[in-house]
């Protein structure tokens, strides 16, 4: 792309000291890689003579395989030498830990420490794995000098249960964990007990944070199973790609409201660069995507686009060593993309018209992928992939006096990065799309909210008819939202409203029946036990009653007698706590308020959000890793 007459260039890294340590710690990674690759493929076993002897220590025949690599690497062989003797300690160590957990049942834990340890970040812990995660988390605290509420421990991609066994959470003898630390670091909070304590209260405050988060995700998501006033009461709804809410099988609505909803707050963490904080949720949103049918994911591209986050996460933290993985998630990741855009996009361009805002998603794709790939000792791969993720940025780098000339016109920065994008650069363009867009989506906006009320009027209309509202919710989904075929179900089906009943307005009828609505039922020509058991089966619902009755030729459905059965076994009870109750009801209704704000504060306004970046972070990455790639041989070579 031409800019300002001249080619658009990634910017290189600086020769700085820290740039060539950084270098040379990479190289290294990728020679260990590479000579690993190399060892398994010759099936070369380092543990066993001729390269170690009796007495465990190394062969002479380790140099001559040193030789041998250093020469198919074109590298210094001092170098090779000395990492294969490393490979060949830890295989050693590795097999004597074998031999202590069959002997002793103790295991070892590879512990991932944070980049504050730098070159001390990779340890091993020896424990049971019969004692809690509480226990684990203590004993990593008191070892590595943690405090011991300030930390988490993810192990398999999952969080640590402090409550259960490693056994039963499916810890293992090798597994790797990984520690993330919820506050600065331990050395500087000690030089001052002011600043010690100020960290201490920003720990439990995150720690708080978390768990209100948590919290407020579980009532959106609990809403979106309800019918709420949406001129009144914040809920969360799931859309398409053009911004129209979706319908969802119930079954699968509330695990997939769950999972967006982790997810948008772990992307709020990671806009902030706390990837400590980040990827807990993260990894809950993974959790409860895995509960929905493949055929729903197909459908959207949120969960190839978390597989992204949750690699560039690891990667941040500087932990991909950690993730066993992370090319699986990378190619799930595509494969996605591909069932959800279409093959070369058409499906999306189709729908949207464009495709350059997605071509984002892509970009990182591709620079984990060549990541992945030279950390893995692939060094054609990850100069194939790192060229494609170089291309891509050169395509929707964006200059900013265009972004500028934009907000000029009042649109905001996200809405000129994502309009230019969508129109490859072009100024005018942009500015008529991001105006189309907006009146799209406010008339989308108008519809949907105009839905939302409609079904809730058919909602209290069903309710004034004496069915609970989650009833009436049932009713009008299985009839697309038409009140007459709803009422037809509900009449046809009476144990969707008693069976399926939790509503707490519908609870509070009366459990035994007032004789005068018998007589009433007696009146219109139903036999009298059949009256009494419909009205107690009913809780005093006279119109329900009859509707049953009369649809069931004079009696009740078996199904329903069983249940009246059990009702007229049952006695209504009251609890002496009620007024207690009422007391602490506004307290926790603005627990939740609290809970549910913190969680809208982190949902972002724009559908889009997800595609805008500034790609400044990949611009520098691309550069460093490329740099790389193309030094190996030299670098390995001045050794």
Partial sequence: MKINGGVRRIRA???SLLARLCRRMAQKKYLQAKLTQFLREDRIQLWKPPYTDENKEVGLALKHLAKKYSDKLECCENEVEKIIEEIRCKAIARGTGNEHYKTTGIATIEVFLPARFKKDRKNSLETRLHISGRELRSKIAETFGFQENYIKIVINKKQLQLEETLAEQGVTHNVKAMVLELKQSEEDARKNSQVEEEEQNEAKQKEKRIQRTKRGLEILAERAEMVVDPETTPYLDIANQTGRSIRIPPSERKALMLAMGYHEKGR??????????????????????????????????????????????????????????????????????????????????????????????????YLLQGIRNYHSGRGEEARDYLNKARQLFKELYIDPSKVHSLMQLGFTAQEARLGLRACDGNVDHAAAHITNRREELAQIRKEEKEKKRRRL????????????AHAARQALHQAAGNLEEALKILISNPQLWWLNDSDPETNSH??????????QLVYMGFDALAAEAALRLFRGNLQ???QTL??????????????????????????PSDSAG??????????????????????????????????????????????????IKAAAKQN
């Fill in 510 to 519: 009366q459990e035994s029946p007032s004789q005068e609505n018998i007589d």
């Fill in 457 to 468: 009027e058919n909602v209290n209309c069903l309710k004034g008819m004496g069915y609970s």
């Fill in 13 to 15: 890294l600086g020769g």
């Fill in 582 to 631: 009422t007391s602490s009801a506004s307290t926790d209704e603005d627990m939740e308020t609290e809970a549910v704000n913190e969680i809208l504060e982190d949902i972002p306004e724009h559908e889009e959000d997800y595609l805008d970046s500034t790609l400044e972070d990949e611009e520098i990455i691309i550069a460093e890793y490329l740099s790389y790639v193309e030094n």
């Fill in 550 to 575: 009369a649809h069931n030729g004079g009696g009740l459905p078996p199904d329903l007698q069983l249940a009246a059965e059990d009702c007229s076994s049952s006695t209504p009870s009251t609890s």
């Fill in 544 to 546: 329900l009653a009859a």
């Fill in 268 to 365: 709020a963490f990671l806009k902030r660069k706390e990837y400590g904080i980040a990827l807990p949720f993260l990894l809950d949103a993974d959790k409860y995507f895995c509960k929905c049918c493949t055929e729903l994911l197909d459908t959207v591209d949120n969960y190839a686009v978390l597989q992204l986050d949750i690699v560039w996460c690891y990667f941040r933290l500087e932990q991909l060593e950690c993730l066993d993985d992370a090319e699986k998630k990378l190619s799930l990741a595509q494969t996605c993309f591909k069932n959800c855009y279409g093959e070369n996009h058409q499906r999306l361009v189709h729908i949207k018209g464009n495709c350059g805002k997605e071509k984002v998603l892509f970009l990182r794709l």
